[in-house]
């Protein structure tokens, strides 16, 4: 791609690719229709951010009648909590396609801005949603990707298999030792010793790479420090009910077991904001109206989301995201 | 000195990286959806050549190396240092054998060479892509074999030794590839 010029107005992807995006988009309707899953939309725009330090929110600022002296909104990191807020007041199973944004992402793999499928199934588990989201990229990609049938390992199993560790009981030694039996070059922080670094460092060198080689692989059971929203079990070690996808050794979806429990939620935001000053983030806004929603009560659900920019790519045999976005942020 | 974060890093900055020059040949963002970013760096330690890959959590810096790349026109080896003149500020330097390498073999007086400036000392010097040199020294030519096929060495006068054609004589002026080391055409 030759840098910004004036001349560089046409797409970046190839028309056919365009042409693919729509017939996937109209399967994926066809596959939500099927199952009774209703459609909705959420507002981009919101007054609450995403409290987790790993996601950072564009801002943008609105003047005019409703806020005369002006007001922030944050966009939309994924549209997880006005979502929740409509299951909570009854509107069964739904999905939303839309645009999220995220500040700061940018790379092979990453758009600031992308498209992002996000489904809820009232009544369902982490396992339930996990074989549902197994069965739509099945049926999504038929015809263009011949797939073996899926493989499904705990985070645990995998950790054991391509690292040699228990990671829910290693201490931070024990990874830090894993990590350099790895070759992995980095200069560890002596201060501040997160062992979710360390773990996150383990997966993406390591063991994502094998992930998802020619078969879904979905990966389950986080290590409680990585919930984010998930449910904990009661099982021993307890863990995260949360899963993911991989295709290509690429990273394609993240579930849960959605927490219902507002008081753990209001923890939970809590405990991201304390995280977000140690590091030095902004403290953002939490969703006071997710814990209100929460509070009326959240019917037991799963939730999902998958980067449809990442299923065209999977689709295509594409090795970077630019290949199947018209204009990628360098060229929007 | 300045430092780099690593949005910065993209493919030919120069940082210093375990104390040597380096200059980044790669830099790939990988980032859980729910964890860590991290960039996942290629840098070539300028002064060894080597590639080395580093992984630094997304937003850590490093230093800025002060590297710069001059054309400059050879001079004359003294037997210790080669002597290079920036022919726009008429400003001499002189590259010890470490920075000059293998490069020395190609150099002739006169030509223009890039030559890697660190903190203004010779990091390291490299030829013009073809250089015209004088054989010193083959065996006779084979008249009118023209084929090409086979060839001979021929030392020249840089000390360079390429193969050449049958037919190239004693005393001639070759051009030469000093990427590949191929002899071109007759000058």
């Given at each position: 791609m030759t840098p910004d010029t004036a001349g560089d107005w046409q797409p970046v992807a190839k028309l056919d690719v365009l042409r693919l995006r729509a017939r996937l988009l109209e399967r994926i309707r066809a596959f939500f229709t099927a199952r009774a899953v209703l459609e909705v939309e959420t507002p981009?725009?919101?007054?609450?951010?995403?409290?987790?330090?790993?996601l950072l929110s564009f801002t943008t600022h609105y003047s005019g009648p409703l806020f005369p002296r002006g007001h922030n909104f944050f966009c939309h990191t994924s549209p997880e909590f006005p979502m929740k807020r409509l299951l909570a007041a009854g509107s069964g199973s739904i999905y939303q396609i839309c645009k999220v944004f995220r500040n700061g992402e940018s790379g092979r793999l990453h758009n600031p801005e992308f498209t992002l499928l996000e489904w809820y199934r009232v009544g369902f588990d982490h396992r339930q949603l996990m074989d549902e989201a197994i069965t739509l990229v099945t049926e999504i990609l038929a015809g263009h990707r011949m797939l073996a049938s899926p493989e499904k390992l705990t985070y645990r199993e995998a950790f054991e298999r391509y690292c040699g560790i228990d990671p829910h009981a290693a201490d931070y030694q024990t990874l830090a030792d894993a990590v350099l039996r790895h070759a992995i070059q980095i200069d560890l922080d002596t201060q501040h010793q997160n062992p979710d670094v360390l773990r996150d460092l383990l997966l993406t060198h390591v063991i994502e790479a094998r992930l998802g080689c020619g078969q879904i692989t979905a990966l389950y059971d986080y290590p409680v420090s990585q919930a984010a929203l998930a449910r904990i079990s009661t099982g021993n070690p307890p863990v995260a009910e949360r899963f993911e996808l991989y295709l290509d050794g690429i990273e394609l979806a993240n579930g849960f077991?959605?927490?219902?429990d507002a008081a753990e939620q209001q923890r939970r935001f809590e405990h991201d904001q304390a995280r977000r000053k140690a590091t030095g983030l902004p403290v953002v806004p939490a969703d006071e109206r997710l814990l209100s929603a929460l509070r009326a009560g959240l019917p037991e659900s799963a939730g999902v989301a998958l980067g449809f920019d990442r299923l065209v790519m999977l689709a295509v045999g594409a090795k970077n995201l630019r290949e199947v976005m018209a204009f990628p942020a360098d060229c929007a | 000195m300045a430092t780099y974060s690593t949005n910065d890093f993209k493919a030919g900055l120069k940082v210093m990286i375990d104390g040597s020059p380096g200059a980044v040949v790669e830099n790939e963002f990988v980032k859980p959806g729910k964890g860590q970013a991290f960039n996942r760096v290629k840098i070539r330690n300028?002064?060894?050549g080597r590639i080395i890959e580093r992984t630094f959590k997304s937003g850590d810096t490093l230093e800025a190396a002060d590297v710069v790349d001059v054309e400059m026109q050879f001079l004359y080896n003294d037997g210790e240092f080669f002597h290079f003149m920036n022919p726009a500020s008429f400003e001499q330097f002189g590259a010890d054998k470490t920075a000059v390498g293998d490069t020395a073999k190609w150099l002739k007086e006169q030509d223009l060479c890039t030559i890697t400036l660190w903190n203004g000392v010779p990091l390291s010097v490299e030829p013009p892509h073809t250089v015209t040199l004088k054989i010193?020294?083959?065996?006779?030519g084979v008249r009118g074999d023209t084929s090409g096929g086979g060839g001979k060495p021929a030392t020249l006068e840089t000390g360079a030794v390429v193969r050449v054609p049958l037919f190239i004589q004693n005393g001639e002026m070759i051009k030469c590839n000093t990427r590949t080391g191929e002899y071109i055409s007759r000058a």
């Open positions: 981009v725009f919101s007054s609450a951010a995403a409290t987790d330090p790993a077991h959605e927490l219902t | 300028l002064k060894t010193v020294e083959t065996d006779p």
